[in-house]
C-alpha cells in the first residue's frame, strides 16, 4: 500500500460515454500527477499540478479534463474517448514537484478500455 | 532530446539465479536516476536512487551502479525469486525536475 488510492481500478466505456477517474492520498502531499501507460511503452506524464494549481499539461487532448479541488484528490474527466486511449492510467503523489530528489508514489492505477 | 533506453526488453531466468538489466540515458542536465519496480496491474514502486556522487547502492538483494560518464547503469538482482517478477522501470530526473521512464525490462523468474 503506497498511500495513493485510485478508483475505479479497471472501466469499460463507450466513446460516446463520460466517465470520471479518481485519486486519493493520504501522505500530505502537495504535488499530484496523472501517467497514462500504453501497452509497450513508457509512462507519458499527462498533468502535474502543485499546491491544486496545474502548473503542467503536456499536449493533452480536450477529451481528458483533470480537476483537483484539494491537495488530497485528483480527478480525471473522460469524454468521447477513442480506443487508442485505452491504457493504464496511474496517479502518482509528491512532497514538492520542484525538488529533483522528490519520489512520486503510485496508485496502483485504472485500467481504462475504450470501446 | 532526452531518452532512456532499457535493455533486455524481457529476461527469463531461474529462481535462484542472478540477473542484471541495463539503463542508458541521453537525459541533461542530469539529476537522479531512479529504478522502479512494477507488478503486473499495479502502479510502480521506487527500489533505489542514484544522484551524480554515488556509483553503487543497495536495497537488499538489489544493487544499483552508475557510471555518469557514459551515462550508465545498472540494476543487479541476487539470488532471484519468484516475487522478484515484474517490470523494472529506469527513470531520470533532470536538473529541470522533468521525469524520462524507460519502456522496462520485463523479468520472469521460473521455478
Known amino acids: 500500500e503506497t498511500g495513493v488510492t485510485q478508483t475505479p481500478r479497471h472501466l469499460v466505456m463507450g466513446m460516446t460515454n463520460k466517465k470520471s477517474l479518481k485519486c486519493e492520498q493520504h501522505?500530505?502531499?502537495?504535488?499530484m500527477y496523472w501517467y497514462k501507460q500504453s501497452a509497450k511503452k513508457p509512462l507519458e506524464l499527462m498533468f502535474v499540478?502543485?499546491?491544486?494549481?496545474?502548473?503542467e499539461n503536456n499536449s493533452v487532448p480536450s477529451r481528458f479534463s483533470p480537476e483537483c479541488p484539494n491537495s488530497s484528490h485528483l480527478f480525471l474527466h473522460l469524454h468521447t474517448l477513442q480506443p487508442e486511449d485505452s491504457a493504464l492510467y496511474l496517479c502518482?503523489?509528491?512532497?514538492?514537484?520542484?525538488?529533483?530528489?522528490?519520489?512520486?508514489?503510485f496508485g496502483q492505477g485504472t485500467r481504462l478500455t475504450v470501446v | 532530446k532526452n531518452q532512456v533506453e532499457q535493455s533486455p526488453q524481457s529476461l527469463i531466468i531461474l529462481e535462484g539465479k542472478n540477473c542484471t538489466l541495463q539503463?542508458?540515458?541521453?537525459?541533461?542536465?542530469?539529476?537522479?536516476l531512479r529504478w522502479y519496480k512494477q507488478d503486473t496491474g499495479r502502479g510502480p514502486v521506487s527500489l533505489t536512487i542514484?544522484?551524480?556522487?554515488?556509483n553503487t547502492k543497495s536495497n537488499g538483494r538489489y544493487t544499483a551502479t552508475l557510471d555518469a560518464d557514459t551515462k550508465q547503469s545498472s540494476l543487479h538482482i541476487t539470488a532471484s525469486q519468484l516475487s522478484d517478477s515484474a517490470s523494472y522501470i529506469c527513470?531520470?530526473?533532470?536538473?529541470?525536475?522533468?521525469?524520462?521512464f524507460g519502456k522496462g525490462t520485463m523479468l520472469l523468474v521460473s521455478p
Open positions: 502518482a503523489s509528491s512532497q514538492g514537484s520542484g525538488s529533483t530528489n522528490t519520489e512520486a508514489f
Open positions: 501522505l500530505g502531499h502537495n504535488a
Open positions: 499540478y502543485s499546491l491544486e494549481e496545474r502548473v
Open positions: 539503463c542508458n540515458y541521453t537525459v541533461s542536465p542530469f539529476s537522479n
Open positions: 542514484m544522484t551524480f556522487s554515488e
Open positions: 527513470v531520470v530526473t533532470s536538473g529541470y525536475s522533468t521525469l524520462t
